[in-house]
């Protein structure tokens, strides 16, 4: 049989054997969501088969364990991301920037997603892309109300490398065709998630701020996260921008005091701003030096997504008893 024949066979194959191939970068607690919920899906052709990428063997059975097919590969190592060209029809974008440069420096841009980008382009493309970035690319936004047309402008070099990795790829392969969507994550949280719930830092005594000082928080729940990057997989729009954010409108201290009592603890300190920015690790307080409000519009109506758990009480208390 000629190659073309092959071709024009496949072509005419039920949609059966044409099933999505998911490659999933960054497969920890969210990609392991997202792959419990693709496998329950009813429509058996919307299944595909799952890959992800590892750099740790010893994720090997884990990822298996949840019926996927693991990669060794590492990020940064282009040299090992080459199995990945042409491997699928829908990619997930999991996976952070490097924390720093390789000679310890600040590190401005993601070389981790400039590689996955260029490993990509060298075989068949794609259909479409989802990257997790973080809301952390707006700065501080002094607690207004944010869209998505709203300009970056981000404060920290955490942040910066995020909106790197955001135009690398919409650069590189939105405009190469692929269907690139960016979900713009908060803080993410779930009773069943390592480190998933404020316990630790109640325990830990850690201070926020005082009422007058204090700033608006954000949150998403883990399983409406793995849901969002799933549906933006399938309805998501080219080169678009969606908040993966709930409806609680919330400042910090407010969420951690919410937290104690659901968990009959203390509540935490508080602080003025100066003393919180004297006392606190420069990384914490960067996390409470910013406040915004997240719309989330078009994560409800363009991908129609209906929240398991619309606000934190209801996310916080999903695990049973608190």
Known sequence: MTITAFVGLRRALPARFRRPRWLIIGCGDVGLRVQRLASSLTKSALRGRVYALTSSPERLPVLRAASITPLLGNLDQSSSLRRLAGLATHVLHLAPPPGQAADGGVLHHDPRTLALARSLRRGRLPQALVYASTSGVYGDCAGAWVAETRPVAPATARAQRRVHAETVLRRDLGRAGV????????????????????????????????????????????????????????????????????????????????????????????????????????????????????????????????????????????????
């Open 179 to 322: 269907r690139v969507s960016i979900l713009r994550v908060p803080g993410i949280y779930a009773p069943d998630r390592e480190g998933g719930t404020p316990r630790a830092r109640l325990l830990r005594g850690t201070a926020v701020l005082q009422a007058n000082e204090d700033v608006f928080t954000n949150h998403i729940h883990a399983d409406d996260l793995a849901q969002a990057c799933r549906l933006a997989l399938w309805r998501g729009a080219a080169q678009r921008i969606y908040h993966a954010s709930d409806n609680t409108e919330l400042r910090m201290g407010d969420y951690f005091d919410l937290a104690a009592d659901l968990y009959g603890l203390p509540r935490p300190p508080r602080w003025s701003r100066h003393q919180a920015q004297e006392q606190l690790p420069p990384l914490l307080w960067s996390f409470m030096g910013e406040s915004r409000r997240l719309e989330n519009r078009r994560l409800r109506q363009e991908l129609r997504l209906s929240l398991r758990y619309p606000t934190v009480v209801q996310g916080l208390c999903s695990g049973g008893t608190v």
